[in-house]
């Protein structure tokens, strides 16, 4: 059957997409360092799902003219060294596919003031893949929403069940991160 085959092309699109933003290995800054957070609560709420909206594209949506540098700060762990080296491997194996590969967020459901469960759909060149994509969360670290680790891990897994073997993936799967 062909529909396995092209799930994990599209996964090793989508990963290589969350990798590519990456590949720099610069630590992130703080975004909106000088505004409160907007937590996923009360009357912050709104604006706290479309931070988590907003952190989805600039990580995964590949035809963004973003550095670097500014999609790695939305992404839980980012400056983990190892977590980098999962990100830059993927990148390197996956770099002629990566600007086609975006997202669309379909829900985003408030778990906690400082966390939240996303459901979204990976979209490769122009067609959504619905199903494909885990479902994701979204956690606030200091005062940015971030694509959190367990997300992208899971998506990695996609591509490689070997990420969540070894290194920061299967520490995360084994709930030792994001």
């Not at 600039?58 to 540098?69: A, E, Y």
């Not at 067609?127 to 990695?156: E, I, M, N």
């Amino acid at each position: 059957m062909r529909t396995r085959p092209l799930a994990l092309a599209a996964a090793v699109l989508a990963a290589g997409a969350l990798a590519l933003a990456f590949t720099n290995g610069a630590a992130a800054a703080s975004v909106g360092a000088k505004a409160k957070a907007p937590v996923c609560a009360g009357k912050t709420k709104k604006k706290a799902v479309k931070a988590i909206k907003k952190a989805y594209d600039k990580v995964l949506n590949g035809s963004l003219t973003l550095t670097l540098d500014e999609k790695f700060k939305f992404v839980e762990g980012s400056e983990d060294p190892a977590f980098i080296a999962v990100l830059n491997n993927t990148a390197t194996k996956n770099a002629a596919m990566l600007k086609t590969t975006s997202e669309k967020v379909n829900k985003v459901t408030c778990t906690a003031k400082k966390t939240a469960d996303v459901q979204w759909d990976l979209v490769l060149s122009g067609q959504p893949a619905p199903g494909l994509a885990p479902p994701g969360s979204a956690v606030l670290d200091g005062r940015v929403w971030k694509v959190s680790q367990s997300t992208v891990c899971d998506l990695f897994a996609l591509a490689d069940p070997t990420l969540v073997q070894s290194g920061p993936c299967a520490d995360v799967a084994a709930g030792g991160g994001g």
